[in-house]
């Protein structure tokens, strides 16, 4: 399975902000046929003793259609939303973006209206400092 482009920089986004890498990828099978989300990730809350677990899906819109790609990721993540409700359903999934695209294409009202409507969460990634920016529920 071949990597996004900012597939290191969003894991050592999330390491550096407290997530423990579980699965890279992370496995998901229904049946006969399986998927794979790009991390599985869970971060212990000191508070916690079950913590915080999470799927990541990371795209990088760098296609000649930024609207195909858009395509392309909100079908994969409802996918992989649809299995692990059934799956894993403590499990949050989020899209994972880099600065420019989120602050150019993601901008967009075609983004925004859809972003909103499927209920899609994104976290935000600085690729060079390899930082997240924001978490968007």
């Known amino acids: 399975m071949a990597k996004d482009i900012y597939h290191y920089n969003v894991r050592t986004a999330l390491e550096k902000d407290g997530w423990i890498i579980t699965d890279d990828p992370f496995p998901l099978r229904l049946g006969l046929r399986g998927v794979l ?6 971060k212990l809350l000191a508070a916690e003793r079950k913590g915080t677990i999470i799927a990541v899906e990371i795209k990088s819109f760098i296609g000649k259609s930024p609207v195909k790609d858009l395509g392309n990721a909100i079908g994969k993540y409802t996918l992989y939303l649809t299995l692990l409700s059934r799956l894993d359903p403590e499990r949050t999934l989020y899209l994972a973006i880099v600065e ?3 602050s ?9 209206v859809v972003l909103e409507d499927r209920g899609i969460k ?10 997240i920016t924001k978490w968007i529920n």
């Open 37 to 42: 989300v790009d991390l599985g990730a869970k």
């Open 100 to 102: 420019e695209v989120y």
């Open 104 to 112: 150019t294409f993601f901008a967009e009202e075609i983004v925004q």
């Open 122 to 131: 994104l976290i935000v990634v600085d690729p060079v400092k390899e930082v």
